[in-house]
């Protein structure tokens, strides 16, 4: 097959790696989920009187790109506006459902991207595309395409140069016609550079399903290399990820993953060629729930570690036994990542010091002098039979007082 053209903007975007997701609306003051209008068959005039309480008074947009950052994050995907149809940002009266019009009285789009520019975040907008607010969507769906293409104009043209766009909600209504040339002709004209993500929901991870997407998506679980082979472009992947199991703010929800399973996780991602977009939702307020911020901030630690091999990496066909890979970056460098190492040492609390395990990868056809811990630079003892792709070392473990679950060793040549 003749190689598939990588677009620029879609090369930058699998370099990012690691976004945010966020999930802020109406729906955070109820704090269970941003379904509940819905699930919770709240009537739609009940439902909107939450305008009339939405302050985002402690809403730091500054705090929320450096909270990204920190977190070995570079791209931060904000709902502006969610299934309940109301917008964080001025439709510049195309209705009056949004924050300017609610006592937040502030455009919290227009914060927002200011505040990723000054932290050297890429900002990226999530929209919805079905809506529960604009009638037309129910009565003349036509009428609502042109609303909701017309809203997507405004976020085109009002906030500077976007990251990308992430709709969401086709799935919903799978059988009408979109009428996508139209919206994605609208981003192309005045974002030329923006990523077009189209989310195809739980039942159709990873599928492509327009020519102009980006990049497919994966929601929850685990992601599956994609396949692109109907694409006439390299498409990137990204996979969306809850924390505990709620988008929106869920404050009943305590069934968080763990660091060590978000960092096996976003492991995985990078080794089938993946984006991971990992969500928070925050309080009404804006502030982010204190849980949350403390796996983001595990999450940094780790990533300002290995956080190069994490982003310069691509799917390599290096494999090693259980869950261990290897990735190599388009100028040649290679990274091994080591699941579950064991903690040395301490002989009372684990095993001897200076122990670890054999690790063997095939896959590894450059001849190496060497192979290092990123970490704290060591270099171990290895084999290698280059011919055959075979590599084996001592994964010396971590030193007593570390475990940082994945570990990463660098070859080199
Ligand atoms: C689903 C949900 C939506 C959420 C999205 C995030 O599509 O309907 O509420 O925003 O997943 O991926």
């Not at 395409?145 to 709709?167: D, M, N, P």
């Not at 685990?222 to 869920?250: I, Q």
């Not at 460098?333 to 002989?347: H, K, M, V």
Request: one cysteine or more.
């Amino acid at each position: 097959m003749e190689k598939q053209k990588t677009e620029k903007r879609v090369e930058e975007f699998e370099s990012m790696a690691f976004g945010l997701f966020v999930h802020w609306g109406l729906y955070s003051q109820l704090g269970k989920g941003e379904w509940i209008q819905r699930n919770g068959r709240i009537p739609a005039e009940e439902y909107q009187k939450l305008k009339n309480t939405f302050t985002a008074e402690r809403f730091d947009a500054r705090e929320l790109a450096r909270t990204a950052k920190r977190a070995g994050m570079r791209y931060i995907t904000l709902t502006t506006r969610h299934h309940d149809g109301f917008s964080l940002y001025d439709t510049r009266g195309l209705n009056d459902y949004d924050a300017p019009h609610s006592p937040a009285g502030r455009d919290l789009v227009a914060e927002f991207v200011d505040a990723c520019r000054q932290e050297d975040i890429v900002p990226f907008f999530y929209h919805t595309t079905i809506d529960w607010y604009e009638e037309s969507f129910v009565k003349d769906f036509d009428r609502y395409l042109e609303y909701l293409r017309q809203s997507v104009e405004i976020l085109c043209t009002h906030y500077g140069r976007v990251g990308g766009f992430w709709f969401d909600g086709n799935w919903n209504r799978p059988e009408a016609d979109w009428k996508l040339d139209e919206l994605y002709g609208t981003i192309r004209k005045y974002q030329p550079d923006a990523i077009i993500i189209n989310n195809t929901g739980m039942d159709a991870r990873g599928k492509l399903a327009h020519p102009e997407i980006d990049s497919v998506t994966f929601e929850q679980g685990l992601p599956n290399p994609a396949d692109r082979r109907d694409a006439s472009k390299h498409v990137a992947a990204e996979m969306c990820y809850t924390m505990n199991d709620h988008w929106g703010a869920s404050s009943a929800d305590y069934n968080y993953k763990s660091p060590a399973e978000l960092i096996r996780v976003l492991c995985h991602c990078r080794k089938v060629g993946t984006n991971l977009l990992l969500n928070v939702g925050p309080n009404a307020d804006g502030t982010i729930p204190k849980m949350q911020e403390a796996v983001l901030e595990i999450l940094g630690s780790w990533m300002d570690t290995y956080g190069t091999a994490v982003r310069d990496g691509r799917p390599a066909d290096i494999a090693g036994e259980g869950k261990d890979f290897g990735l190599r970056t388009a100028d040649g460098r290679l990274y091994l990542f080591l699941f579950d190492l064991p903690i040395c040492g301490s002989e009372h609390v684990t095993v001897g010091s200076g122990s670890g395990r054999v690790a063997a990868f095939s896959g590894v056809f450059d001849k190496i002098q060497a192979v290092r811990w990123i970490d704290n630079g060591q270099k171990l003892p290895f084999m290698q039979d280059p011919e055959n792709g075979m590599l084996a070392f001592h994964a010396v473990g971590y030193d007593y007082g570390v475990n940082r679950v994945v570990r990463v060793a660098e070859l080199l040549r």
